[in-house]
């Protein structure tokens, strides 16, 4: 499982680092947690849980506690509301316009862009067996389980790929265990 772990972790950092192609700008890595909880984090916490309950009837959202991570939901208040990250990772962006930031979590990671003057979200990747999707599905689900949830995996598919609204799922198999669980934005 920990060998799991790295890979994904790595991919994961790999797919921020090289989606641009040859740009020369490396990212920038820190392990600075924001300070969490208080009353005004519990406030923000709640708006930002009601603005990404709405997206969450149109689309897949990735769930942790109370909070509900929506695709494309601006991310400074779900960062504030997850609490302290185990790091960051931040690189100029070839999808969009400034720069894509990673926190990562326990578990998972939150994937974020610049739009504008503010972040949104961009992707959710679960890296164990600790967090699960809203349906009950980790990375060590058999098949049978993603099914009973989401729907029949084509025969011979190492992969289930879904969209609703602006976010697509995919989930990887391997050996018919679910190996990968990744949110992102769709693209149309």
């Known amino acids: ?51 990404a309950k709405a997206a969450a009837d149109d689309s897949w959202v990735f769930k942790k506690g109370d909070v509900t991570i929506a695709m494309d939901a601006p991310s400074d208040d779900i960062i504030k509301a997850l609490g302290s990250y185990q790091n960051t990772f931040e690189a100029p962006s070839c999808a969009f316009d ?29 890296r164990d067996d600790t967090v699960t999707t809203p349906e009950g599905i980790f990375i060590g689900s058999d098949q049978a389980s993603v099914e009973k949830a989401y729907g029949k995996v084509e025969d011979g598919a190492n992969n289930l790929t879904l969209k609703k609204g602006n976010c697509q799922l995919l989930i990887i198999f391997k050996d018919g265990v679910v190996s990968s669980i990744q949110y992102s934005l769709a693209t149309e």
């Not at 790295?6 to 924001?34: F, I, M, Q």
């Not at 720069?99 to 979200?121: F, H, L, N, Q, R």
């Open 98 to 126: 400034g720069m894509d930031v990673v926190y990562s979590y326990p578990g998972y990671d939150v994937y974020a862009y610049t739009a504008g003057t503010e972040k949104k979200i961009s992707g959710v990747v679960l």
């Open 1 to 51: 499982m920990k060998k799991l772990r790295v890979l994904a972790l790595t991919l994961s950092l790999l797919l921020v680092a090289t989606a641009c192609g040859n740009k020369d700008s490396a990212g920038e890595s820190t392990t600075a947690a924001p300070a969490s909880a208080g009353t005004e984090a519990a406030k923000e916490t709640t708006e930002a849980g009601t603005e």
